[in-house]
């Protein structure tokens, strides 16, 4: 199975934009459905994007639809998120997660992921 890294995470102020990465070591990556979720401080883990196999099929949670893309690079084993027009609520960790071919329930639960990054620091700033 694969092994996931996440990166690109930082400090931004708001309005501002990054890129994350999620880079994958293992083979099979292409196999994967690949999720991006995050987490605040005493809060829940939430569903933010998630895209395909193939990247026919993308999935956002409503709060980052038209500021965030998910993409993947099966070639160089990597998915990304692109976040822009950051909000302070958009402060938390983030973190890829993997499903072998889809999420085994529904693409926006974590539990239907069973590989995670160790995941990425992103600061919103006002």
């Known amino acids: 199975q694969v092994q996931l890294v996440e990166s690109g995470g930082g400090l931004v102020q708001a309005g501002g934009s990054l890129r994350l990465s999620c880079a994958a070591s293992?083979?099979?990556?292409?196999?994967?459905?690949i999720g991006w979720f995050r987490q605040a401080p005493g809060k829940e883990r939430d569903f933010v994007s998630a895209?395909?196999?193939?990247?026919?099929?993308?999935y956002y949670a409503d709060s980052v639809k038209g500021r965030f893309t998910i993409s993947r690079d099966n070639a160089r084993n990597t998915a990304y998120l692109e976040i822009s027009s950051l909000k302070p609520e958009d402060t938390a960790v983030y973190y890829c997660?993997?499903?072998?071919?889809?999420?085994?329930?529904?693409?926006?639960?974590?539990?239907?992921?069973?590989?995670w990054g160790q995941g990425t620091q992103v600061t919103v700033s006002s």
């Open positions: 997660a993997a499903a072998w071919g889809r999420p085994t329930e529904a693409w926006d639960t974590a539990v239907s992921y069973n590989i």
């Open positions: 293992g083979r099979y990556f292409h196999n994967y459905a």
């Open positions: 895209i395909s196999w193939n990247g026919g099929s993308t």
